[in-house]
């Protein structure tokens, strides 16, 4: 099974950067996605890391330790359109079977 | 591209009943996963069909089921639903590869939020 740790909820303020982190065991990683998810809307793709180091795209950057089972999402020059939850999720193989598994998310306020 | 679309976008129903969930991918994609979304469980990942095939599942009793049509077009039913079934119910879509859900974003549909009362 998978077991995935991110904090329930983080305050920042515009302007500022935010990291946000995500912890997970696994025994078949095959790669940790982030989303975006704003209150009573689908998520949507932010990030996708397979191999360790650090994704960059525009304000939000990725990182990945695979050997600490560890990533994080780092935003920069946070704007209140920010204010949302972000999911990581981590695909793996198991039993003959792939599956993406998702946390339970960060609800992260961003205030003025 | 038009993207993922699910039908219908609310439903409430009471338990005992049944209930049926369409999800219509983007054009091209082969691969539909669906995920069962709560306040207090997040996302949780039901089962995947790529080809008409259920490649993939979750741990959901056997009262959840899918179907893939030749259009890639996908149904999730429910049957004998419960209270604890009140939820999110989200489709995604991926172009799908042999290799199975590797090295592929899913693009997730608008939901459709099921109450059972």
Redesign the interface.
């Known amino acids: 099974g998978q077991n995935i740790d991110q904090p329930t909820e983080m305050t920042a303020t515009e302007g500022a950067i935010v990291q946000i982190n995500c912890t997970y065991q696994t025994s078949g990683f095959n790669g940790l996605f982030w989303y975006q998810q704003h209150a009573g809307e689908a998520p949507t793709f932010l990030s996708y890391n397979v191999l360790d180091g650090l994704e960059e795209k525009g304000r939000f950057s990725s990182f990945l330790s695979r050997s600490k089972g560890y990533s994080y999402l780092l935003l920069k020059e946070l704007q209140m359109k920010d204010s949302a939850s972000y999911l990581c999720a981590v695909r793996d193989e198991s039993g003959g079977y792939q599956k993406v598994t998702f946390g339970t998310g960060t609800k992260l306020q961003v205030i003025p | 591209k038009a993207g993922v679309t699910q039908t219908p976008r609310y439903l409430i129903k009471t338990r005992g009943q049944q209930v049926t969930l369409s999800c219509s991918p983007i054009s091209g994609h082969r691969s539909v ?1 669906w ?1 069962q979304q709560t306040p207090g ?5 039901l089962f ?1 069909y790529f080809s008409e095939t259920q ?4 741990n959901f009793p056997g009262r959840f089921s899918g179907r893939q049509f030749s259009n890639s077009r996908s149904e999730m039913n429910v049957s004998t639903l419960e209270l604890g079934d009140s939820a999110l119910y ?1 489709c995604a879509s991926s172009p799908g590869t042999s290799g ?4 592929e ?7 459709t939020r099921l109450l059972v009362l």
């Open positions: 996963s995920y469980q997040g996302l949780q990942f995947e490649r993939n599942k979750g989200l199975g859900i590797t090295q974003t899913q693009y997730f549909g608008p939901g």
